[in-house]
T-cell receptor, first 113, second 113 residues
Framework: IAGITQAPTSQILAAGRRMTLRCTQD?????MYWYRQDLGLGLRLIHY???????GKGEVPDGYSVSRANTDDFPLTLASAVPSQTSVYFC????????????FGSGTRLTVV | DAKTTQPTSMDCAEGRAANLPCNHS???????VYWYRQIHSQGPQYIIH???NNETNEMASLIITEDRKSSTLILPHATLRDTAVYYC??????????????FGTGTRLTIIP
């Protein structure tokens, strides 16, 4: 089934540890995105990539890094996790020229303690 | 970027039409209106989009006013499974065919049995 796969589904992480959230899509979409969602704040864009080999910063990029080595994968790394990064993280992809909207993954629930 | 304004919450009786309003008074001529919904803690799901003409698909109808400053998403026969947060978003098409979606806090629609 075409779509986006995120892993892990959930994770409890000690503060200061490094963590990579994985995101893979099989739709050959050029653009990919990482959002975080906190209660009462809606979805906020962390980083995005318009095409393989390029990345850009969103609204809330501090403490996060991304890479886009190929079309399918867009991992999000927390170099040294802090409790304020406790959130639900959603990966999405789109093909802007087709204008059919974003496809979202099912999310990763991360708790930093 | 064009900002959208939606009611925080709405109720609708099961089987009735749910009409969700959205104001986007600063929308530009080439910006599309997109609607997504998020059921419980799942990833957001694309519903429909439009530029200036009314649109209909298997999920919903989108009515955009002639001046494009507001729109209404219509779920013709609401079911309990339509209970979700609905996001109205203005899609900004950037250079080189890239796009940007900014999510607000949406409307929490509750379908009443």
């Amino acid at each position: 089934i075409a779509g986006i796969t995120q892993a892990p589904t959930s994770q409890i992480l000690a503060a200061g540890r490094r963590m990579t959230l994985r995101c893979t899509q099989d739709m050959r979409h050029n653009a990919m995105y990482w959002y975080r969602q906190d209660l009462g704040l809606g979805l906020r864009l962390i980083h995005y990539s318009n095409t393989a080999g390029t990345t850009g910063k969103g609204e809330v990029p501090d403490g996060y890094s991304v890479s886009r080595a190929n079309t399918d994968d867009f991992p999000l790394t927390l170099a040294s996790a802090v409790p304020s990064q406790t959130s639900v993280y959603f990966c999405a992809s789109s093909d802007p020229l087709r204008g059919k909207g974003y496809t979202f993954g099912s999310g990763t629930r991360l708790t930093v303690v | 970027d064009a900002k959208t304004t939606q009611p925080t919450s709405m109720d609708c009786a099961e089987g009735r039409a749910a009409n969700l309003p959205c104001n986007h008074s600063t929308i530009s001529g080439n910006e599309y209106v997109y609607w997504y919904r998020q059921i419980h803690s799942q990833g957001p799901q694309y519903i429909i989009h439009g530029l200036k003409n009314n649109e209909t698909n298997e999920m919903a109808s989108l009515i955009i006013t002639e001046d494009r400053k507001s729109s209404t998403l219509i779920l013709p026969h609401a079911t309990l499974r339509d209970t979700a947060v609905y996001y109205c978003i203005v899609r900004v098409l950037l250079r080189f065919g890239n796009e940007k979606l900014t999510f607000g806090t949406g409307t929490r629609l509750t379908i009443i049995p």
